[in-house]
């Protein structure tokens, strides 16, 4: 548990560690479970500098913001952001800004019932869940975002919470959406990096909340299911070359 605050420059605030093994056996840690209490500033000022993160976990490792993370670029560097949190399991309670870069990278889970805003991505390449009852914000982007194929991925926006982004809010190769929010900008469950169109299958579930902006599936067969309270959608919803079912 921290407790403290950390101001660094230049380098990670917090770096998971692992152990070197002269022998020809590998040997895997426990994850590390850590929780801020303070605040946590990053900045970068120098170009051609590649950590990654303000913290930066091992797989099995856990981590839980009840403070702030600021992460700052001013370096002018093109490519390779920089990020608040990389790897991990994480749940934010407090306050995670990023001003020239990602919020939560590369995490296994992540649950929110904070805010996170970023100027990229605010939640890029989460591997299993994204459980969000706060605010997840992306000011020049897109606020829940895959690199790569991930159709596992399950978004669930429970009431109250909001993921906003610029122009597109959701953008994933499959997968599924479940909203009891708001969500502001198009949900794109049809999303390669790729030529065309995905192919694996999207969900959306409209639980009651809102989505302003359009419902796009990609080339799959993809399922709509509605609670009772209508779609919510105010945007088009376009089903792509494969099934829609409703």
Do not use: C, W
Request: aromatic fraction near 6%.
């Amino acid at each position: 548990m921290l407790d403290v605050d950390f101001n660094v420059v230049g380098q990670p605030a917090i770096m998971r560690g692992s152990l070197l093994n002269p022998f020809p056996v590998s040997q895997e840690l426990d994850g590390v479970s850590i929780t801020n209490r303070g605040a946590i500033t990053v900045n970068r000022l120098a170009p051609f500098t590649y950590y990654g993160a303000a913290v930066l976990l091992g797989y099995h490792d856990s981590f839980t913001n009840e403070g702030t993370i600021t992460v700052i670029d001013t370096s002018g560097q093109a490519g390779a952001p920089l990020s608040a949190i990389s790897g991990g399991e994480v749940v934010n309670s407090g306050t995670i800004t990023v001003r020239k870069g990602n919020g939560i990278n590369g995490a296994t889970s992540l649950t929110n019932s904070g805010t996170i805003t970023a100027s990229d991505v605010a939640a890029l390449d989460i591997q299993e869940t994204v459980t969000n009852s706060g605010s997840l914000v992306s000011t020049g982007g897109v606020a829940i975002a895959t690199s790569s194929y991930s159709p596992a991925l399950l978004v669930d926006n429970k009431a109250g919470g909001t993921i906003a982004g610029n122009g597109t809010a959701i953008r994933l190769s499959g997968g599924a959406v479940i909203n009891a929010g708001a969500i502001e900008g198009t949900v794109d469950l049809g999303y390669t990096p790729y030529f065309g169109r995905s192919y694996a299958s999207g969900l959306y579930v409209a639980a009651g909340g809102t989505l302003t902006g359009d419902l796009l599936f990609g080339s799959g067969n993809d399922v709509i299911v509605e609670t009772g309270s209508g779609l919510g959608v105010s945007g088009r919803i376009v089903a792509g070359s494969g099934s829609l079912y409703l």
